[in-house]
Nanobody, 123 residues
């Protein structure tokens, strides 16, 4: 089970840190992803961190978002800075047990999802 939290309302240029806590599974064995979904849009890939700590980002967030994990706390983080109004969305964390590189940006590759946390960036 995954639970994401840390969202909120911030002004453009502000920052937030999202957290996703995992329970009931061996967290360190999973590839962890962050996705987001804005109203009327499809869920889109944001970032991913492998079991070994290798990271990947969607182009719109490169240089502004940082994904990290603390296996001792069964938690994955998404640090977001220089937030823009277009970052407004519900953010989801997800767990992938396979780690296939070619599908890491696809929601269907992830078998477990958190409930989502709302991030709203005002202009």
């Amino acid at each position: 089970q995954l639970q994401a939290f840390g969202g909120g309302l911030v002004q453009a240029g502000g920052f937030l840190r999202l957290s996703c806590a995992a329970s009931g599974r061996t967290f360190s064995n999973y590839y962890m992803g962050w996705f987001r979904q804005a109203p009327g849009r499809e869920r889109e890939f944001v970032a991913r961190i492998t079991r070994g700590g290798h990271v990947a980002y969607a182009d719109p967030v490169k240089g502004r978002f940082t994904v990290s994990r603390d296996n001792s706390k069964n938690t994955v983080y998404l640090q977001m800075i220089s937030l823009k109004p277009e970052d407004t969305a519900v953010y989801y964390c997800a767990a992938d047990s396979q780690g296939i590189l070619s599908t890491m940006r696809e929601p269907n590759a992830y078998g477990a999802w958190g409930q989502g946390t709302q991030v709203t960036v005002s202009s």
